[in-house]
Each structure stands twice: as C-alpha cells, then as structure tokens.
C-alpha cells in the first residue's frame, strides 16, 4: 500500500498488557497493511507490563497470522519505556485499562520535559526517576498521542471520547476465535486508522 502526503510519516507502537497476543497482532496486522505508506513510518509494540520481557508472540497470534497470509512477522516482547512517548508519534492502546496507564506515563513524561525546561531557565526543580529517561531530548519535544486503536474503530471518524471506542478484548485465556476476532478487529481499525492519517497527516515543521 502506499500514499502521497506533504506531511511526515507516523512513528506508531501498539499496547496492551503483556506484548505477546492483541498488541502483536496489531503490529503484524499494521506492517503487513500499510508499512508502506508514505504516511507511516517505525512500526512497532510493547506491553504496559514486563511479564514476558523477550519471549515471541503466543503461538495463536503467529498461527492466526500465518493463516492470514502474513508470515514474515517477527517481535521479541518489551515494556513501554518514557522514551517510547517521544520517539513515537501514536500509542495506541487495547484497551480501557492499557490505556490508562500510557496516559498516566505520559503525564509523567510531560512534567519530566517542563522540569527540563525550567532547569534550562535558571529555576531549581525536583528532579524524578522520569528525568532521567527522556535522555537528550529537547525542551519542545513533541509528546506522543495517546489513544484506544478501538478509538479509530468506525470508517471516516475517530472517536470524540479518548477511550470510547471499541475494546480490544485479551484473547489469551480463551481459544483460538478469539485470536481470529482480535485480527479481524485490528484490520478494520488499521485500514480507518490510515484514512484518519490521510485525513490528518502530521505536520513536517
């Protein structure tokens, strides 16, 4: 697939709990569908949690992509990291409770860049565990979007509630339908998510 856009490509990570079942399937769903596309650029995901920290996706995400067509997929689990929230340009979790802890991260995240900031002027601030991580860089550093993929979850719109669309539900305790219904869900979600980009593509400045 691919598109033209005179705004720059969209760095995007997809969430959920773990990193081995909905948040992989988003990513092997979204770089099968759309890695080329002018409008998108690094492609990747992480879980909120480090339970399975390296471990390969379930092999019920891999089947059900396999029998997708997609085959060339490969991920290691991670966590989320602070510097996630300013190398990407979209988080987009699956559901209501990922979704809370990215936007409580990225409130910390936004506090670390002004006490930043502040040192920069002059000012003392109390300096946090989340100072650290934000590395070099700079006081005017952009601060990923935080939404549900659900959010993008209807043709055309994206969700006037960040939250209110459609959950994503973990598949992992139940069988091998509820792998299929996650890939069926994240591929509508990616082909309206593309369109909203094409609709709204960033900025270049």
């Given amino acids: 697939m691919t598109g033209d856009s005179n705004g720059r490509p969209a ?12 948040s992989p ?8 569908f759309a890695a080329s596309h ?7 995901s992480a879980g909120t949690a480090a339970y399975h920290r390296l471990e390969p996706p379930d092999p019920r995400t891999m089947s059900t992509l396999r029998r997708h067509k997609i085959t060339d997929y490969d ?28 936007l409580h991260e990225r409130e910390s995240v936004i506090a670390a860049l002004q006490r930043k900031s502040t040192s920069k002027s ?4 109390t300096r946090s565990h989340v100072d650290a991580a934000i590395g070099e860089y700079g006081e005017d550093a952009k601060v990923a979007v935080v939404r549900m993929f659900g959010d993008f979850g209807k043709a055309g719109t ?16 139940g069988g091998a339908n509820g792998f299929e219904e996650v890939y069926q869900q994240v591929v509508r979600f990616s082909q309206n998510f593309v369109d909203y980009l094409e609709q709204n593509p960033l900025s270049s400045e």
Avoid at 11 to 22: A, H, P, S, T
């Fill in 75 to 102: 991920h290691a689990a991670r966590k989320v990291t602070r510097e996630d929230f300013l190398t990407f340009d979209y988080l987009l979790a699956m559901d209501k409770s990922n979704l809370r802890e990215l």
């Fill in 38 to 44: 002018a409008l998108i650029g690094e492609i990747d």
């Fill in 25 to 32: 399937m988003a990513e092997g769903v979204f770089r099968n």
């Fill in 11 to 22: 760095n995007v990570l997809f969430v959920c709990l773990g990193n081995i079942c909905r």
């Fill in 158 to 173: 994206l969700n006037d509630r960040v939250g209110g669309g459609e959950v994503v539900q973990d598949p992992y305790y």
């Fill in 122 to 125: 002059g000012a003392k601030g």
